[in-house]
Structures are given as C-alpha cells and as structure tokens.
C-alpha cells in the first residue's frame, strides 16, 4: 500500500477509535485485502453513526489531521450520508459512509479484522463487499465483482451473499443478485 494512502488510513483509524465510533473498510482498499489488488486513490468507511454524529465529526476536525472535503459539507452529510474529507497532510480523501442501513450495521458487525503492520482493520466481509459494488454498479465496481470472484470463489458463502442481495434488492426494487450471479457463473 503506498505510504500516503497508508498514513491515511490509520490517521482515519485513529480519529474514529479516540471517538468510539464503529467502523468498517469497503471501497478500493477492501476489495485488495480480500485478494484482488487494485489501484485506488482514497478511502472508504462506512460507520456506525446517525447524522447529527457526522455532524459532530465534521465540527471536530480542527483537533485531527482531516478537514471537509469543502465548505458546506454538512449539505452532502444530510442528504447523501456520506462525510467526504481531506487528509491536511497527505491530500488524500476519507469517505466515511454514514450507516445508518441495517445492511450497513449488520456488514459492520460481521467485518473481520486484518492485521496490516501494527494496525489491526475491520474490513467488511467478501459476501458484503459483494453485495455493496454490485449495489453501486458503477463499471470499477463490476471490475471489482469479477475480481473478487475470480480470488475467492471458492471461499465465497454463495447462498447467505445471495440471499442478502436478493432481500436488499427487492427493499430498493433492483435485481442485485441478479449482478452477482451473472458474475458467479462466468468462467474462472
């Protein structure tokens, strides 16, 4: 992991612990430590939290090495659920998915921890990470679906990720197993 992007994290890591705020690994660095390694440029949590606690976050940042991503980030707090920030030193952007979805909390809850050096980091299960690019659907994503399938289909536990997007998807009306199961049934 290149040494910005790893200051990064465990800056973030720190300012969510000393908060006791719950948290998790998705995006890009997730879908690396669960076997397909890719480039990416920012991080992506998702944490346990309500909007007026990423609120309270974003009124906090003076004491942390992270600024708002820009002015009037409350408005995309609010309305998008995501606090997107800025590391002061490394420039590099946090995205802290606020998650407030039970699919959220209970994909908090099952993440593993991995330890990397001295940092020891949650990282939401493959199931999940399966379920969260397939809900997003945006051409990395797929990529990333077929990496991870391709890295872990045997370990994947095929019924419980379905069944998981099938129920999160007809929540939303959106054929997310659909997604994972084309992705399932390509050749290795």
Same mark, same amino acid.
């Given at each position: ?6 200051? $990064?994290?465990?800056? *973030? ?16 660095? /997730? ?7 890719? %480039? #990416? ?9 309500? &909007?007026?606690? /990423? ?8 004491? $942390? ?34 998650? %407030?979805?039970?699919? !959220?909390? !209970?994909?908090?809850?099952? *993440? #593993?921890?991995? /330890? ?15 379920? %969260? ?9 797929d990529q990333d679906i077929r990496g991870l399938?391709? $890295? ?19 929540? &939303?009306?959106?054929?997310? /197993? ?11």
């Amino acid at each position: 992991m290149e040494q910005g992007l790893w200051l $990064t994290l465990v800056d *973030a890591i720190a300012v969510l612990e000393s908060r006791s705020i719950k948290f998790a690994l998705i995006g890009g660095l /997730a879908v690396s430590l669960r076997g397909q390694p890719r %480039m #990416t440029f920012d991080v992506d949590l998702v944490i346990l939290a309500d &909007i007026e606690q /990423a609120l309270q976050l974003a009124r906090e940042l003076s004491d $942390t090495p992270f600024e708002p991503l820009f002015a009037g980030v409350e408005q995309v707090v609010s309305t998008s659920f995501i606090l997107p920030l800025r590391h002061r030193s490394t420039g590099i952007r946090v995205d802290l998915a606020i998650g %407030m979805s039970g699919f !959220e909390q !209970e994909a908090v809850g099952r *993440a #593993t921890p991995i /330890a990397i050096g001295k940092a020891i980091i949650p990282v939401v299960s493959v199931e999940d990470l399966l379920v %969260m690019k397939a809900l997003a659907g945006r051409p990395q994503d797929d990529q990333d679906i077929r990496g991870l399938v391709a $890295t872990q289909r045997d370990a994947i536990d095929w019924p419980r990720c379905l069944a998981l997007a099938d129920q999160l998807g007809s929540s &939303i009306d959106m054929d997310i /197993a659909g997604r994972l199961r084309a992705a399932r049934s390509r050749p290795a």
